[in-house]
Nanobody, 120 residues
Framework: QVQLVESGGGLVQAGGSLRLSCAASGSTFLINAMGWYRQAPGKRRELVATINNDGRTTIAYDMKGRFACSRDNAKNILYLQMDSLKPEDTAVYYC??????????????WGQGTPVSVSS
């Protein structure tokens, strides 16, 4: 029903910036919230940022002041602006979308992930 495709990952030096994009397609009108998660090697997937349909965003504590999440509703694209990157930000970053399906069942979809590598 909804498909997500991330882009924008890559290799960057510490202190640098990257902007990730997530293009949503399909039944995008269903989406209630979108967000970014990341998973570093050997670690659990963790929340990076979320944004609701009303534009309210949340950023994980370790990334506040460095990362910003925004959404272009007209183009159905989610962005993650990452500044002052640190080696510990190295991970695969995943886009996520959720909505309520039939009988208000929670539905979600993940993108395929885009790798970010920060060198020291």
């Amino acid at each position: 029903q909804v498909q997500l495709v991330e882009s924008g990952g890559g290799l960057v030096q510490a202190g640098g910036s990257l902007r990730l994009s997530c293009a949503a397609s399909g039944s995008t009108f269903l989406i209630n919230a979108m967000g970014w998660y990341r998973q570093a090697p050997g670690k659990r997937r963790e929340l990076v940022a979320t944004i609701n349909n009303d534009g309210r965003t949340t950023i994980a504590y370790d990334m506040k002041g460095r990362f910003a999440c925004s959404r272009d509703n007209a183009k159905n694209i989610l962005y993650l602006q990452m500044d002052s990157l640190k080696p510990e930000d190295t991970a695969v970053y995943y886009c996520h979308a959720s909505w309520l399906g039939d009988r208000e069942r929670y539905m979600e979809v993940w993108g395929q992930g885009t790798p970010v590598s920060v060198s020291s």
